[in-house]
């Protein structure tokens, strides 16, 4: 599902080993030495045997060793999107804990890269100047500490009350719903004592912590990628880097798998279980009050990343390369540097040096800047990245992309809650079960694609295109899966302003109901919900215990709005059509697969749409881009968009709190309908791609045609690469 996980760590990447100096290595293209001889090799040796004074007193130690490196690093990444994943998983509880609208909550969602996007851009200028291991194990420790935050508004608020019809002062019982005649009505607002200042500040600073703390995480988490990677780039063997970093990859993707399973175990558990009240709780998971234990996550995986961080305290700054990494590139140096070599046209060393020096550009220069002479190079570069249209088309496509992939994973647990009337902890188990590997395997089989079908450019966008339209098409069936909203007494089909009482059964005007309470009983003859039992005439209520471990069920009796004044059961009515709830889930895990094989592909054509010696701060701009268009609003656009489909408010001191019910068609519709429009400009942007490329490759072959073969080597460089360098270029990516 959410595919620009990996994305974006290729894409740190990339920028990380752009910027050259950055590494240990240090080594700039243009002062290579003469001659292969260990004295004269000014920082690969630094880098490796001179790192330590005695690097054989060394080797034994485990921080010395770059496997143990990726080790951590596989697990300090893992457990840090379990921590920014995990909100995701319980956005649906928190909002009934909290009382938050769901564009409030995306708004607390796309907060986790407010901070990342205002520092990623400077980690490139800043990474040839720290000590990269400590740095990363600073930014896990502020991430652990993010995630103990984001618990804090559990401890400080007060015990969760399921039934909010009660004042503060008594103890929770189903007495209180019932329809009371000689109980004086209690007025339709809510009174001024529940709204005083103190309510409405405990709000906000609930809602004001968990912005901080989701701010703090994305902070945290800025220097783990890319410090990381380019460190295992940096001291690794050539040969085995590509490995290691695969194995990053996926122990990063299986991240997000994680949070949504820790949530699906999490939100079983009753959300105040370190305070029970006497006596025990009524409530099962699949009652519409129920809140499950959303703190508890964030708290074991916030522990997990505290204890991946311990070992980034004592690696080295630099260690030794991998065994025989110097030796074969002094052999390597020796060819280009011997006389034969250079052949009697080269230019002199110095020129050729000062050429490649040039020829890297702004990503070689990175480390010689100053703060100030960086910020002033970096709109020129932005803008004339920005003018390559396949650069400027394909980033579109992966922002439409990022878009879709952002509201997916903030909203669909919700979604599947309200279209399906299934638990929390059943939706967080589809999506970690289903979703997310899928979004695995598409990535892969985009990359199996690519290699072994040496792909160039054109052949990229035409895969690309053929995803999209596919995973557009597979989203068609979406719009008729799913359950039309069943028929709750005085509540308006359709999105409207808060009902009077008067939309209310006359029966129940002698009854004292609040006009906040909620706990739903359902009518079995008729399958109609109503609000309380209140509302439906109940007097009296009756427990029947289970003959099994199970709850017992709850009946409310003698109810004057029931036909026949029948009894009604405790809970919402059961939905009519929940077994749809997995074809859903694996039609969207097929448009799923097919929206991630573009991912490689994509990635590949950014590389080559732009200029060698852009293509490092090509690919920061992207996840900026990225970032700023998609991960941020997204999430919000997504919320706004489901609370229009609101059909009834729960109040909290005027104000709308979190909705009770929906009119489940027109969510359906937004819902998916958002996400068609977002595949649908992914499916245009990459039709535009294919349409240049088509262009560009006619416009090659008549210059080579018109010109002959070689005569315009810097035309037929600038459109695409000849097939042996398009190889070597597919396998070292």
Not at 186 to 204: F, I, K, Q, V, W
Request: with cysteine; hydrophobic share 40%; glycine share 8%.
């Amino acid at each position: 599902m959410r595919s620009s996980l990996l994305l974006a760590t290729v894409g740190d990447n990339t920028a990380a080993r752009g910027f050259g100096t950055v590494s240990g290595q240090g080594e700039p293209v243009g002062k290579e030495p003469p001659t292969p001889d260990k004295a004269t090799m000014p920082s690969e040796d630094t880098a490796g045997e001179d790192a330590s004074p005695a690097p054989q007193d060394l080797r034994p130690s485990v921080f010395y060793n770059i496997k143990f490196f990726v080790l951590c690093h596989s697990l300090l990444q893992l457990t840090q999107l379990m921590v920014s994943g995990y909100l995701k998983s319980s956005i649906s509880t928190v909002e009934k804990r909290f009382g938050l609208s769901s564009q409030t909550s995306g708004l607390l969602a796309s907060f986790n890269e407010v901070g990342n996007t205002t520092l990623i851009v400077f980690v490139s200028y800043f990474g040839s100047r720290v000590h990269r291991p400590r740095l990363i194990g600073c930014g896990a420790v502020l991430v652990a500490l993010a995630g103990l935050l984001m618990t804090l508004p559990h401890f400080l608020s007060e015990p969760y009350r399921y039934d909010h019809s009660n004042p503060e002062d008594t103890p929770q019982d189903v007495q209180a719903s019932l329809c009371l005649p000689t109980t004086p009505a209690p007025a339709l607002a809510p009174s001024n004592s529940s709204c005083s200042s103190y309510t409405e500040n405990r709000h906000l600073t609930v809602v004001g912590i968990m912005l901080t703390a989701q701010t703090l995480l994305g902070v945290g988490g800025v220097p783990i990628q890319p410090f990381g990677i380019s460190y295992i780039d940096d001291f690794a063997h050539h040969s085995n880097s590509p490995f290691y970093l695969g194995i990053l990859f996926a122990a990063t993707m299986m991240g997000p798998g994680l949070s949504f399973g820790l949530g699906s175990l999490m939100l079983r558990l009753y959300v105040d279980i370190n305070r029970m009240p006497e006596g025990g709780i009524k409530l099962t998971s699949k009652d519409p009050r129920w809140v499950g234990a959303w703190w508890l996550g964030f708290l074991i995986s916030a522990g997990a990343v505290a204890l991946a961080a311990i070992p980034y305290f004592f690696f080295p700054r630099e260690m030794p390369k991998e065994k025989h990494e110097l030796h074969f590139r002094r052999k390597l140096l020796t060819i280009a540097t011997s006389p034969a070599s250079k052949g009697e046209d080269s230019p002199p060393e110095q020129s050729l040096g000062e050429s490649q020096k040039k020829q890297d550009g702004l990503a070689q220069i990175a480390t010689d800047l100053t703060v100030i002479q960086f910020i002033k190079v970096f709109p020129k570069v932005l803008l004339r990245t920005l003018r390559h249209p396949i650069f400027l088309l394909v980033v579109l496509s992966q922002v439409c992309m990022s878009s879709m992939a952002a509201g997916i994973a903030t909203f669909l647990p919700k979604f599947l809650e309200r279209q399906f009337s299934i638990t929390a902890s059943y939706a967080n188990l589809l999506i970690g079960s289903l979703v997310i590997p899928s979004a695995i395997v598409g990535i892969v089989v985009g990359g199996v694609l690519v290699k072994r079908l040496h792909m160039g450019p054109l052949r990229c966008g035409i895969l690309c295109l053929l995803g999209a339209l596919l995973g557009l098409g597979l989203s068609m069936p979406l719009f008729f899966t799913g359950c039309s909203s069943h028929r709750i007494a005085g509540i308006a089909q359709r999105p409207a302003m808060q009902p009077e009482p008067g939309l209310f059964p006359s029966c129940m005007e002698a009854c004292s109901c609040p006009a906040d309470g909620f706990n739903p009983v359902c009518d079995p003859s008729t399958h109609v919900e109503y609000i309380t039992p209140c509302h439906a005439g109940c007097t009296s209520q009756v427990v029947q215990e289970a003959t099994d471990k199970s709850q017992p069920q709850v009946l409310y009796t003698n109810c004057s709005c029931v036909e026949g004044s029948g009894p009604v059961l405790g809970g919402s009515c059961d939905s009519a059509c929940s077994y749809l709830v997995l074809p859903f889930m694996l039609l969207a895990s097929a448009g799923t697969v097919a929206f991630s094989i573009t991912h490689t592909p994509s990635f590949m054509l950014i590389l080559r749409g732009v200029k060698k010696e852009d293509k490092a701060l090509a690919v920061g701009i992207q996840f900026m881009l990225l970032r700023v268009l998609a991960w941020m609003p997204s999430p919000v656009i997504h919320g706004s968009a489901i609370d229009t489909t609101c059909v009834h408010w729960a109040l909290s001191c005027g104000r709308r709190a979190v909705c009770r019910y929906y009119d489940h068609d027109l969510l359906r519709t937004r819902f998916i309908g958002l996400q068609f429009f977002f595949k649908t400009g992914t499916m245009v942007c990459f039709a535009l791609v294919v349409a240049i490329l088509r262009q560009q490759d006619k416009e090659a072959s008549a210059a080579a045609t018109v010109s002959g073969p070689g005569s315009n080597p810097g035309l037929q460089q600038k459109l695409l690469l000849s097939e042996p360098e398009r190889k070597r270029e597919d396998s070292r990516l």
